[in-house]
C-alpha cells in the first residue's frame, strides 16, 4: 500500500536542502575549511584543497548512481514503511540490517556496525579540536585570559579541553531533555551564516579596499578579469542568503515565530557586542592595552 514513487515535487525537494546545512553544520564546517586554507601559502597548496574538496562531491555522485542502480528509491521507500515487514522487525531498519539482508551475511552487519561505532570517537575528537581553537583564538586575542591557552607537560591544550567538555555534556544534557534544542540550533546557524556572509563580503571587496592583503593572500588568479576571491566571496553571500530564505519560508525547521527568531539572532549579537566592548574596557583601564589592534592586520595563522 505504500507509493513507492510519488511524483516528484520541487516545492518538497527544496526545503531538504535546509535539512542537510543543519546537519553539516554548513556555516561551521566552512568556516574550520577557510581556517585551513588561510594557511595555504601558495596557490599549489590551495589547488590541493579545492581538489580534495572536489573528489569528496565525486565520491557522492558515484555512490548515488551506485545507489540508483542497486537498491534503489522504490526499495528503500518500501523498506522503511511499516507495511508488509515481519513483526520482528522495527518499522524504520538501519542500513546496518538492509544491506546485510540483502547480501545475506551477518558479518556485512557486524561490519558496518562495528565502524559505525569506530567513527563517533574520532569525530567527537575533530570536534574538540575545532572548539579547543576558538578557546585559543579568543584568549589569543585577548577575549579570554592567557590561562585557557595552558599546556600539560605532554603539550596538550587540558583546559581548553575541559572546557569543551564541560559545555558539550551541558549541551547533550540540554539536546535530551528540550524540546526547543533543534529551534535553537537553526537560530545558532542562522547566526553563524551572517559571520559567514560578512566573510564573503570582505573576500568580495579586498582586491580593492585593501590590496596589500590581496597580494599576500594564496592566489591572484582571475576570471574574465574579476578575482577569484571576489567570487568566491559572492557565492557565499548568495549562498547564505538562500539558507536564510530557506528556513524563513518553510516553518517546518522551527521557525513559525519572526519575533522569536530575530530574539535570538540579535541577542546573540548584541551580547556579543557588549561582552567584546566590556573586555576591551577592562584591558584599556588596567593595562593600556588597546584590544581593537589586535584586528587592524590579517593574524599569522
Known sequence: GVVVNPPFSIGNTVPLLGVLAIATIYPFISAAYSGELRQARSTRTANVMALAGTAAVVAIAIFGVIFLHTFGTAFVT???????????????PTYFFLLSASVGSVLVGVILVFTYAVYWPLNTYCNFMQQSRIIFAWAFDGLLPESTTRL????????????????????LFWSLHSSTFLTVIVY???????????????AAIVPWRRPEFYRGGATQARVLGVPVVTIAGVASILAGSFVWWLYLHYPEFGVSSKANML??????????????????????????VKLELVYAEIPPE
Open 152 to 171: 600539560s607537560r605532554r603539550h596538550s591544550p587540558f583546559v581548553a579541553l575541559i572546557a569543551t567538555v564541560i559545555i558539550s555534556i551541558a549541551t
Open 78 to 92: 518500501a523498506a522503511n514503511s511499516a507495511t508488509g515487514l515481519p513483526s520482528s522487525i522495527a518499522a524504520s
Open 263 to 288: 530574539e535570538w539572532v540579535f541577542g546573540v549579537v548584541a551580547a556579543a557586542l557588549i561582552f567584546y566592548y566590556l573586555v576591551r574596557w577592562i584591558l584599556r583601564a588596567r593595562r593600556g
Open 188 to 202: 545558532a546557524t542562522i547566526l553563524a551564516l551572517i559571520a559567514m556572509m560578512l566573510v564573503g563580503l570582505s
